[in-house]
C-alpha cells in the first residue's frame, strides 16, 4: 500500500514556472514507478510524465516534451514534477500515481494522490 500527497500547486502566468512534489508513505517505495497525470474540467484524465523505479528511464506526453521534468529522490519518497513555460492549456488538477509496472496508461496505476490544482492565466 502507498499513499500519496501532492503539493505546490497554484496560480501563475503563462511562461511561467511551478515545481509539483509528490510525497510518498508506505512500503517499498523504490520498488513503484510513478507517473503525472492532469485533469482539466470536463475532460478524461490524461499522462503527463512516468519515471521508472531506478530513476533511470522517464516518458513524457508529447504536448509536455521539452518544458516539463520529472525525476524522484527515492531516499526522500518523493517526485517532483518541474513545469517550465506554462501555457493556459496546462491548466488542470494534477495528480501523482504510482505502480509496480513503469507504463502511461491511467488504468494501469493502482495508487493515486488526491491532486494538487494547477492554474496558468494568458
Known amino acids: 500500500q502507498v499513499q500519496l500527497v501532492e503539493s505546490g500547486g497554484g496560480l501563475v502566468q503563462a511562461g511561467g514556472s511551478l515545481r509539483l512534489s509528490c510525497a510518498a508513505s508506505?512500503?517499498?517505495?523504490?520498488?513503484?514507478?510513478m507517473g503525472w497525470f492532469r485533469q482539466a474540467p470536463g475532460m478524461e484524465r490524461e499522462f503527463v510524465a512516468a519515471?521508472?523505479?531506478?530513476?533511470?528511464?522517464?516518458e513524457y506526453a508529447d504536448s509536455v516534451k521539452g518544458r516539463f521534468t520529472i525525476s524522484r529522490d527515492n531516499a526522500k519518497t518523493t517526485i517532483y514534477l518541474q513545469m517550465n513555460s506554462l501555457k493556459p492549456e496546462d491548466t488542470a488538477i494534477y495528480y501523482c500515481?504510482?505502480?509496480?509496472?513503469?507504463?502511461?496508461?491511467?488504468?494501469?496505476?493502482?495508487?493515486w494522490g488526491q491532486g494538487t490544482q494547477v492554474t496558468v492565466s494568458s
Open positions: 519515471i521508472a523505479w531506478s530513476g533511470d528511464h522517464t
Open positions: 508506505g512500503r517499498d517505495f523504490s520498488r513503484y514507478a
Open positions: 500515481a504510482a505502480d509496480l509496472l513503469y507504463t502511461r496508461y491511467v488504468r494501469n496505476y493502482d495508487y
